[in-house]
């Protein structure tokens, strides 16, 4: 074999090694019973445990921080991190701003899975939807029309919109992919432009329209107004990008 063709092998190798010791410190992590907040041993004892030198090992707690599981906080040590999707939304956003020069496809999945989502559980969180929770949603809709009628754009009252339809189930992880999901669309709209964004009295309308649906308790509507929703968000995205 030639000096040439060890190189390549070599860095699979060291990417194999440095995969495996990450591996290794989330181990460590529910062996221990490390909650979110919880420290991680200092540097020196988890070089110790792991029998790494610190520089192999910073360079794993580093990889382990993009993707979410530690924070590392300078200066105070290495923490189990709360939990966040933060680095879902980072990759879905490139992988989609990526897309959008050729047809946007990613995009247009990630929008098609999306509706799949809520549309899906809506009637789910309709079966569980409280007088008062009824209320923020009608809240937040008014916001939507108040800000659409001053011809301004309302993200966080659309945000708002959403976490409050599926807050009757409970489920935190599903919070946190809406929220993701709406992270990434609006990333989407930022890189395409005006030609990106939806008109916002009409998307208040849509938005009106699926809460109207909500109060009536009617979840076929619902959940197929919340499928107009996103078909208006493809059509955006589509017509962006020439599909």
Do not use: C, W
């Not at 019973?33 to 610190?54: K, M, N, Q």
């Not at 929008?111 to 309709?126: F, P, Q």
């Amino acid at each position: 074999m030639n000096a040439g063709s060890t190189g390549p092998r070599s860095r699979f190798g060291a990417q194999a090694r440095l995969r495996a010791l990450q591996d290794d410190i989330i181990e460590l992590i529910l062996e221990r019973e490390l909650e979110p907040g919880d420290p991680l041993p200092t540097e020196i004892e988890l070089a110790g445990v792991l029998d790494i030198g610190r520089n192999t090992l910073r360079e794993a707690l580093k990889v382990l921080q993009a993707v979410g599981v530690i924070e590392i906080r300078h200066g105070f040590g290495t923490f189990v991190a709360a939990s966040n999707f933060d680095a879902l939304a980072d990759g879905l956003t490139f992988r989609a701003r990526m897309s959008l020069r050729h047809r946007g496809q990613e995009a247009l999945e990630l929008i098609d899975a999306r509706r799949l989502l809520e549309s899906g559980l809506i009637g789910a969180s309709m079966a569980l939807m409280t007088a008062d929770r009824l209320g923020e949603l009608e809240a937040a809709v008014l916001r939507m029309e108040a800000l659409a009628g001053a011809g301004e754009h309302f993200v966080e009252a659309d945000a708002d919109f959403h976490r409050i339809l599926f807050k009757p189930l409970g489920n935190g992880l599903l919070l946190g992919l809406v929220d993701a999901f709406r992270t990434v669309y609006r990333r989407i709209q930022l890189e395409l432009g005006g030609g990106g964004a939806v008109d916002p009295a009409a998307g208040a309308a849509l938005h009106r329209g699926v809460y109207e649906a909500v109060a009536a308790g009617d979840a076929v509507l619902a959940a197929e107004r919340l499928g107009s929703h996103f078909d208006a968000m493809r059509r955006q995205v589509a017509a962006a990008v020439g599909e």
